[in-house]
C-alpha cells in the first residue's frame, strides 16, 4: 500500500480516502488531480493517520481550511477525461461528449494539461 | 734469418743469352700479386727494392723468406716469364740423407718432439711455421725456438694447422752439428741453393743440384759461372713449359682454385674439390664447392663464397668456371642462390655459356662478378593498359593500397550501363569497399547494382546504418526462421500459425469457441474493503477511494472510452452480501456500493469487473 492517501470531503459531507495501488504508474499529486472531484479540495497525508477502527466511519470530520489542492477539471465528475501520460509526465486528456445521460471520450480531441 | 735464393750474384738473361741489362725482377707472395720483400743481407736486415732493377750484367743479390712467385721483366718493361712457388726449402726435406718431420700446431703447444737428436744449435736447423691466411710456409728465426737433443721449444706457440709446422736439417749439417757455426752457414747456403734450384729447374733432380752446389763451394772461381749455367739451363726449362704455367698464372689471378671432383652428387666433395651435379656443363643447375680451396694451404674460402647470393637481384651474380689447362676450356653461369652447409656449399646456378668438359682433377678457377643490388620500385603511372592485359593487385600489402583506379572503356568514352564489368574471384565482403562500390554505381549511370549469384532468390539488400551505402545480405522473406514478413495483396499478414506466435499468448486472449464474438474486460480488481480499502489484484485500476462503510470509488488508470459498460460484480464472504452500483457510471470511475443486503457495510473480497 502507498505511504500517502489523499483525503476529501465527499457529496454527503463525509471523508472520503483515496488509497493508490501498489506501483501506480501515477505520482500521489496526479492521483490527487485526476481522483479528487473537480474543484474539490483536498489533502494529501501519511496512510498511517488514516484510522484502521471503522465502527464510526461515516462520522470521520476534517477541517479542508487549509488544504494541499483541488481535483482538476479531469478528475471524477468532471466534463474530461484522463487518458494518460506523455512522455513529459503530464496529462493527456480528451473531452467527454454527454449524449443521453451518457458519457462518450472524444478521441480526436486530445490536449496535455500543463 | 733468411736464406739465399742463389749465388750471391744472380744473373738473369734475355732469350739472346745476353745479360738482362736494366731488367726488372718484381717478387709477389707466392699464388698472389701481392709485393713480397727480398733481402740484400742474410739476416734480412736490408731490403731489395720491388722491382728489383738488374745491373749492366743482369745480376742481383737476392736473399729470400719464405714463398714467392717472381715475375721478370726487361728494361723495356715487356714481361719475359713469371714464375710461382718458388720455396728454397720443400723440395730437399724429401732427400734420404736429409732429416725432416712436420707437426701439427694446436695453437697452444709450444714444445715437441722430434725423432732425432738435433743437437743444441738452433742455426742448424730450418723451422718453418704456417700461421694460416694463404701466406704458406715461412722460416723462422733462431730466435723464435730452441733445440736441446729431440725438445724442439717455441717461444710462442706457433698457429693451429695440420702439418704446418716443419723442422728440416739437412744431413750434412746435421752431421756437423757440433761444427763452427762459419761451417753451418755455408752449409746453410748451399742448402738454399739447392732448394732455389729445385723450386726453378723443375727437370733437375736434388741430387743433381746439391751436386753443383758443391762445386759451387769449393771452386770459388767457378762460382758465378757454373750458377750462370744453372741459371741458364732453368732458364731454358721454364720457357720451355712457360707457356703452361703462365696461362694458368693468368687464369688463377682473382680467381678461386678447386679441383674438379667428377661425381654429380651434390654433397661435400672434400677439401679443395669441385662438382658440378650434371657432367655437361650447359646442364648444371648446382655447384657443390669446398669451404677449402685448392689454392696452397688450402684457405677457407667460405664466408666469401657464401656472400654469393648476398645481391637482392634474382640474378646475384656470374661465376666463371676455367679449366687451369687454357682458357678454352670454360663455363659460365648466373648465381641464384648460395647455400652454406659449413664444409661445404651449395651453389644455385643458371647456365650461360661455356665450351668442352672438365675431367676429374683438373683445377678449376672460380672468378665470381656480383650483380648490383636490385634498385627501388617505381611509383610510377601505368600508362596504358590494353585489351587482355592482366592487372594483378596485391591485397596483402596493406600499405600500398590501390587509391585512384579510373577505368575507361576508351579515352573518349565512358562505360555505361549496358557494359560489363567483371570482378572475379572476389570472396571477400571487405574486399568490395565503399567508394569501389559507389564508383561502380556511378560508373553504370543508374543502372542496376547486381549482387553476386546465389541460390537464394529474392533477398532483401540492406543498407549499412552509418554510410547509407554499403550492401550487406539480407533475410529472406517467407515464414521460415528470421524471415521478413510481407503483406499479402489484401494488405493482409499471410497465415501464420498462432503456434509461432508465442511472445502475443494468442492463446490467453480467448478460448471462446463458435462464432460468437467474445471480448475482454478493460479493467478489473479485487478489493478488500474491510480496514485499510485496498486492491488484492487489479488491471487499469489506479486507487480506490473509501467513501464510507459499503462506500468505494474505483478509479481506472485510463478512461473508459464510454461510461456504456457493464460492470460484472461479485460480493464478500458475509452473509446476504451484495454489491450494486451507487452512482451513475462515469469514464473515469465505478462506484461501488456494498450492502448485507439492505445496509451498507464493508465487505472482503469485493471483485468487479469492466467489459466495453
Redesign the interface.
Known amino acids: ?1 502507498s505511504e500517502k492517501v ?1 483525503v476529501f470531503q ?1 457529496e ?1 459531507g ?9 506501483n ?3 505520482a500521489i499529486e496526479q ?1 490527487a488531480l ?2 479528487v472531484p473537480y474543484n474539490i479540495p483536498y489533502k494529501i497525508i501519511n ?1 498511517t493517520d ?1 484510522p ?1 477502527d ?1 465502527t464510526y ?2 462520522a470521520w470530520e476534517m477541517d479542508f481550511t487549509e488544504h494541499d489542492g483541488v481535483g482538476a477539471d ?5 466534463h474530461k ?4 501520460l506523455n512522455e513529459k509526465g503530464l496529462p493527456v486528456t ?1 473531452s ?1 461528449i454527454e449524449k443521453n ?5 472524444d ?1 480526436s480531441a486530445m490536449e496535455v494539461e500543463q | 734469418m733468411a736464406v739465399i735464393y742463389t749465388p750471391h750474384f744472380m744473373q738473369f738473361l734475355d732469350d739472346n743469352g745476353s745479360p738482362l741489362s736494366g731488367g726488372k725482377l718484381y717478387t709477389y707472395a707466392a699464388g698472389t700479386t701481392t709485393l713480397k720483400a727480398t733481402y740484400t743481407t742474410e739476416d734480412a736486415s736490408i731490403e731489395n727494392t720491388n722491382p728489383i732493377v738488374l745491373d749492366s750484367s743482369g745480376r742481383t743479390v737476392l736473399f729470400i723468406s719464405g714463398s714467392y712467385k717472381f715475375a721478370l721483366y726487361g728494361s723495356d718493361d715487356v714481361l719475359i716469364r713469371t714464375t710461382d712457388n718458388i720455396t728454397s726449402f720443400t723440395s730437399t726435406g724429401d732427400a734420404a740423407d736429409s732429416f725432416f718431420e712436420s707437426f701439427s700446431g694446436t695453437g697452444a703447444q709450444t714444445v715437441f718432439t722430434v725423432s732425432e737428436d738435433l743437437g743444441t744449435d738452433e742455426k742448424l736447423l730450418m723451422v718453418f711455421v704456417d700461421a694460416g691466411g694463404g701466406e704458406g710456409f715461412n722460416i723462422q728465426p733462431p730466435s723464435a725456438y730452441t733445440i736441446d737433443g729431440t725438445s724442439l721449444t717455441f717461444g710462442a706457440a706457433p698457429a693451429s694447422g695440420t702439418n704446418n709446422i716443419q723442422v728440416w736439417a739437412p744431413s750434412k749439417l746435421a752431421a756437423a752439428a757440433s761444427a763452427s757455426a762459419a761451417a753451418a752457414a755455408a752449409s746453410e747456403s748451399a742448402a738454399a741453393v739447392s732448394a732455389a734450384a729445385a723450386a726453378a729447374d723443375a727437370v733437375l733432380t736434388a741430387a743433381d743440384v746439391i751436386s753443383t752446389n758443391a762445386d759451387v763451394l769449393l771452386t770459388n772461381a767457378d762460382v758465378v759461372s757454373t750458377n750462370a749455367d744453372v741459371v741458364s739451363t732453368n732458364a731454358d726449362v721454364v720457357t720451355t713449359a712457360a707457356s703452361a704455367a703462365e696461362a694458368e698464372s693468368a687464369v688463377a689471378a682473382a680467381a678461386i682454385p678447386w679441383e674438379f671432383d667428377a661425381s654429380t652428387t651434390m654433397g661435400d666433395p672434400t677439401s679443395g674439390k669441385i662438382r658440378l651435379n650434371n657432367a655437361i656443363p650447359a646442364s648444371v643447375t648446382q655447384i657443390a664447392v669446398s669451404a677449402n680451396s685448392d689454392a696452397t694451404g688450402n684457405p677457407d674460402v667460405s664466408d666469401f663464397v657464401a656472400t654469393w647470393d648476398d645481391s637482392t637481384n634474382t640474378n646475384k651474380g656470374t661465376v666463371n668456371i676455367v679449366n687451369g689447362d687454357g682458357p678454352d676450356k670454360f663455363a659460365t653461369y648466373t648465381v641464384t642462390g648460395v647455400t652454406d652447409n659449413t664444409t661445404w656449399l651449395q651453389i644455385a646456378v643458371t647456365y650461360v655459356d661455356g665450351a668442352s668438359t672438365f675431367s676429374a682433377s683438373d683445377k678449376l678457377y672460380n672468378a665470381f662478378s656480383r650483380s648490383g643490388n636490385k634498385g627501388a620500385d617505381g611509383a610510377g603511372i601505368v600508362d596504358s593498359v590494353v585489351s587482355g592485359d592482366a592487372i594483378t593487385v596485391d591485397t596483402t600489402d596493406a600499405s600500398n593500397p590501390i587509391t585512384n583506379l579510373d577505368i575507361n572503356k576508351e579515352a573518349d568514352t565512358v562505360i555505361t550501363a549496358s557494359d560489363e564489368i567483371v570482378f572475379a574471384d572476389i570472396t571477400d565482403s571487405n574486399a568490395i569497399k565503399k567508394d569501389t562500390v559507389q564508383g561502380i554505381i556511378d560508373l553504370v549511370e543508374g543502372g542496376d547494382v547486381v549482387g553476386p549469384a546465389s541460390a537464394t532468390d529474392s533477398a532483401v539488400a540492406q543498407y549499412n546504418g552509418t554510410t547509407g551505402k554499403l550492401l550487406k545480405d539480407g533475410p529472406e522473406i517467407g515464414t521460415s526462421a528470421n524471415n521478413l514478413v510481407q503483406l499479402n495483396g489484401s494488405a493482409e499478414l499471410p497465415a501464420v500459425d498462432g503456434s509461432n506466435l508465442t511472445n502475443i499468448s494468442v492463446d490467453a486472449l480467448s478460448t471462446a469457441s463458435g462464432s460468437a464474438p467474445s471480448y475482454s474486460l478493460r479493467a478489473w480488481g479485487r478489493f478488500n474493503g ?6 488484492t489484484g ?1 488491471g487499469n ?9 459499503g462506500d468505494y ?1 474505483l ?1 481506472f ?8 459498460y457493464a460492470t460484472l460484480n461479485g460480493g464478500g464472504t458475509a452473509a446476504s452480501s451484495l454489491m450494486a452500483l451507487n452512482a ?1 457510471p ?4 465505478v462506484r461501488i456500493a456494498h450492502k448485507t443486503p439492505s445496509s451498507f457495510a ?1 465487505g472482503d473480497y469485493l471483485s468487479v469487473g469492466v467489459v466495453v
Open positions: 500500500m489523499v465527499n454527503a463525509g471523508i472520503s480516502v483515496v488509497f493508490p495501488v501498489e501506480s504508474v501515477l492521483i485526476k481522483d496512510a488514516i484502521t471503522r466511519r461515516d479531469y478528475g471524477a465528475g468532471s477525461a484522463f487518458v494518460g480528451c467527454i445521460g451518457e458519457e462518450f471520450v478521441y | 474491510t480496514g485499510t480499502p485496498s486492491f487489479d485500476f489506479g486507487s480506490i477511494t473509501d467513501n464510507g462503510t470509488t478509479n488508470t485510463t478512461s473508459m472510452p464510454s461510461s456504456v451513475v462515469s469514464t473515469s470511475a464493508d
